[in-house]
């Protein structure tokens, strides 16, 4: 077993090394309230804290993918309570037609990466995971959905 958490701490180390400069935030920076209620981030004396009541600093990214004027955010809560051997559990937020958030993806990833293909004026999106594959998921004008899986 030692080998295995040794591997598990290699894997989670090269994933956050991945993520782009521009993905990486200050700790904290960005999280607003409303962001953190939609990924269900706790605050315990002032800090996020995940489902496991450990203390996290989400990494996020604001980008305006579709070219409407408003961003959309990517949130990234790094750890393994929810992430598992992925190193991080991502959330990309899209603004809902009544003004709040509504949750896109919301699964385990190390990073990820835009794609140039657009679907619905969406960008692909890449989601790098621990072994050889990324699957992509596409716009289908209403949220992201899988379009490109591994394979068994």
Known sequence: MPG?????AFVVAMLAASWSAPA?????SGLT????????????AGRPVDSCG????????????NGDGTDEVFVLI??????????????????AP????????????GSYRILPRRRGGYPDIEIALPG?????????????H???RCPS
Do not use: K
Request: net charge positive; with cysteine; charged share 15%.
């Open 4 to 8: 295995h958490s040794r591997r598990a």
């Open 24 to 28: 990486l935030a200050q700790a904290g």
């Open 33 to 44: 309230p409303d962001i953190a209620r939609a990924v269900n981030l706790q605050m315990r």
């Open 54 to 65: 450990a203390p996290v600093t989400p990494r996020i990214q604001r980008v305006d993918l």
């Open 78 to 95: 790094p750890g393994t309570c929810e992430g598992g051997i992925a190193g991080g559990y991502l959330t990309l937020l899209v603004r």
């Open 98 to 109: 009544g003004g709040g958030w509504s949750s896109n993806l919301g699964f385990p990833a």
């Open 132 to 144: 050889p594959c990324a699957p992509v998921w596409g716009w289908n004008g209403q949220r992201y």
């Open 146 to 148: 899988l379009v490109r």
